[in-house]
């Protein structure tokens, strides 16, 4: 039994900053690799973030010098920092976990998503 619960999602004018975050809990021996994807209407779901254990990040090209992927691996929590953000990020936003469970093994978790809207 593991679950990600989200937060940090809301309305935020063109140029803001919100900052997301994404805990894990239940049965856990270790978690992995971390990530955030986004989907907007009518859109693919994609990946915007992600970001190992060790602290290696990667990040999508439209996230490249705005987000920030960081963790904090005694929580089980990951976060996104998104600054100078533009309509274009308005989203729902998921966070997504590759989780090695106590008794079940690998588990591949998904948050249900935070709403991110970016308008003035």
């Known amino acids: 039994q593991v679950q990600l619960v989200e937060s940090g999602g809301g309305l935020v004018q063109p140029g803001g900053s919100l900052r997301l975050s994404c805990a894990a809990s239940?049965?856990?021996?270790?978690?992995?690799?971390m990530g955030w994807y986004r989907q907007a209407p009518g859109k693919q779901r994609e990946l915007v973030a992600a970001?190992?254990?060790?602290?290696?990040?990667n990040y999508a090209d439209s996230a490249k010098g705005r987000f920030t992927i960081s963790r904090d691996n005694a929580k089980n929590t990951v976060y996104l920092q998104m600054n100078r953000l533009k309509p274009e990020d308005t989203a729902v936003y998921y966070c997504?976990?590759?989780?090695?469970?106590?008794?079940?093994?690998?588990?591949?978790?998904w948050g249900q998503g935070t709403l991110v809207t970016v308008s003035s």
């Open positions: 239940g049965s856990i021996f270790r978690v992995n690799v």
């Open positions: 970001i190992t254990s060790g602290g290696s990040a």
């Open positions: 997504n976990a590759d989780i090695r469970t106590l008794v079940v093994g690998g588990l591949d978790a």
